[in-house]
């Protein structure tokens, strides 16, 4: 799958509130320091992981699922962090759940094509096998020599 820049660029710019399914409290985790970075990059991250609902991350407490996120909070993106067959019931939760639902991302490694075609039926921008992160970066200018920053800065370099 090949997306435009334009169009990555336009999905990002779009989007304000992102439930990151599959999110891990674990800060060495890729959906941790993914969730973080794009909630100090100003969007709203609600992190939904039944493991450690209640529990808070990113300035947001940890939701169960996504019928556990209020209509209110207005979530347009919805980043999976989970295996490719978990893809199906997560898409059918988010619909009965997210009305204001607009894109569905699902992370690097992670891809399925009866769903994404579901998704697109139902007029909903679906991007796979990529990361939020790495393409605001890469779109916004944030790369680092090293292609890559976390955010992470270590004393012992």
């Excluded at 450690?52 to 993106?77: H, N, Q, S, Y």
């Excluded at 999976?80 to 997210?98: N, Y």
């Excluded at 690097?108 to 796979?128: F, K, M, N, P, S």
């Amino acid at each position: 799958m090949t997306y435009s820049d334009a169009f990555l660029r336009n999905v990002l710019h779009g989007t304000k509130t992102i439930a990151c399914v599959g999110v891990s409290p674990d800060p060495v985790r890729p959906s941790h320091f993914v969730g973080r970075y794009l909630s100090l990059k100003g969007y709203r991250v609600i992190p939904v992981n039944p493991k450690v609902a209640g529990t808070r991350l990113f300035g947001e407490t940890v939701v169960p699922d996504l019928a556990a996120i209020p209509a209110d909070a207005k979530v347009d993106m919805v980043d999976i962090f989970r295996k490719s067959d978990a893809v199906p019931q997560i898409l059918d939760e988010a619909l009965a759940h997210l009305p204001h639902l607009r894109t569905v991302w699902m992370q690097i490694g992670v891809e399925h094509a009866e769903a994404a075609a579901r998704a697109e039926a139902q007029g909903l921008t679906v991007i796979q096998n990529r990361c939020p992160k790495i393409e605001h970066q890469r779109l916004f200018g944030e790369l680092r020599k090293a292609g890559f920053n976390t955010g992470v800065i270590s004393s012992k370099l």
